[in-house]
């Protein structure tokens, strides 16, 4: 079946506009999740959606970060005023979910952000 | 609070060498689990294994083999007789029990050379 398809693929901004990077998760799957991947940070976690609700959040960098999820489906990830330290490849997963918690997260290519 | 530490950033070998990716963990849970990916160049993190804490077994898959060890925190990868194919970088990963993020070790980047 398909896999996570994030878009766009690569994404280029200036100072100061916002973005929204999109996230299809794989059909069925229930949580979805937003990490970072950066040269000096590695891979750190954003957010977490359990359906449309987000119980997790405490991966957002600053305010300046949101996402939202809608029927269960489909995220987007949106940061106002990009700065230049917004620059990183945004990467989003999915999972099912047992009684034993999430299961193994399988992730998308990624978006390359770069804040000029 | 939780951590992965992969100590190797960077392993160079020849096809057909044995190459061992080293995985150590911190985390106060009893019950947690650890998982290992594979990001090749082309950029996209593929799922390769997870392993219980409750489950100490080792489990071997074609070349790849995981050694688990509670007792040292420990969660090693080892490629047998590797392939160029093999060159990515490899991230160990935790999760805790009930929770959902992963914690993830810097990555070990691996170069396999003809």
């Known amino acids: 079946g398909a896999g996570v398809s994030q878009s766009p693929s690569n994404k280029v901004t200036e100072k100061g506009k916002d973005v929204e990077l999109r996230c299809d998760p794989i059909?069925?799957?229930?949580?979805l999740y937003w990490y970072r991947q950066s040269l000096g940070q590695g891979l750190e976690f954003l957010i977490y959606?359990?359906?449309?609700?987000?119980?997790?959040k405490s991966g957002l960098p600053s305010d300046r970060f949101s996402a939202e999820r809608t029927g269960g489906s489909v995220s987007t990830l949106t940061i106002q005023r990009t700065q230049q330290e917004d620059s990183a490849v945004y990467l989003c997963?999915?999972?099912?979910?047992?009684?034993?918690?999430?299961?193994?997260?399988?992730f998308g290519p990624g978006t390359r952000l770069t804040v000029l | 609070a939780q951590k992965v530490t992969q100590a190797q950033t960077e392993i160079s070998v020849v096809e057909k060498e044995d190459v061992t990716l080293d995985c150590v963990y911190e985390t106060r849970d009893t019950t947690y689990y650890l998982f290992w990916y594979k990001q090749p160049p082309s950029g996209e993190l593929v799922f390769l294994i997870r392993r219980n804490s409750f489950d100490e077994q080792n489990e071997i898959s074609g070349r790849y083999s995981w050694n688990f060890q509670k007792s040292t925190s420990s969660f090693n990868f080892t490629i047998t007789a590797s392939q160029v194919v093999d060159s990515a970088v490899y991230f160990c990963?935790?999760?805790?029990?009930?929770?959902?993020?992963?914690?993830f070790g810097g990555g070990t980047r691996l170069m396999v050379k003809p």
């Open positions: 997963a999915s999972s099912l979910i047992s009684s034993a918690g999430p299961n193994e997260q399988f």
């Open positions: 959606f359990q359906g449309n609700s987000a119980p997790d």
């Open positions: 990963a935790l999760r805790r029990g009930a929770g959902n993020m992963l914690t």
């Open positions: 059909s069925g799957h229930t949580a």
